[in-house]
């Protein structure tokens, strides 16, 4: 047989690392006051800006550090310094709860960082971009022997305490239901960009 190549067009970056955070600042967030999302289902902290106190200052950084690695080396955005941290949360899922499918509008980047988490406490579930038809147009579905990156319409991952990862803001995601006897605690956040685009009668200055 003829040798060949396949390879993936137009892939979704999903940037993922680990942060170390202490147990001191882990107590501090986890001990923030929470309030009921609008659905009902899990809880949110009551400051969406959290990252912007000053015991998360050293976070932060951190955060800001990793959203430059992605930017700047992985996507080779020019304005990468342009990026910024709008808001964030902490969430907090008891066991038998779980979070919808969502994207996050009013935001060009998402993340989380997971603070407390063990197995069966919720995988998070990344949904591929509707737009590009999940591989084929939705007339008609085949079935798959085995998924892989080019068949699959959703990735699940199991969190570690400690994960974070980064992704375009207009990925759906969902959080499965927290089976374990342990509550679940995550870091939400959002960038957008600032700065001058294009030029003459395109030009956008944000």
Known sequence: MDNYSVQGLFPTPLYSSTINVDDKLKQFLLSQEFKKNKNGIGSITKDTYILNLPDCIELRKQLMNHL???TKDILKIVQHDGFYLTNSWVLKTEPGEWVLQHAHAYAMLSGVLYLQTEADAG?????????NYNLFLPTILPEFTERNIFNCDHVRIEPKVGNIMIWPSQVYHEVLTNKSNTTRYSLAFNFFIKGKFGDEEHQLVL
């Open 123 to 131: 995988d998070i579930i990344l949904y591929r971009d509707s737009s």
């Open 68 to 70: 430059s690695r992605f």
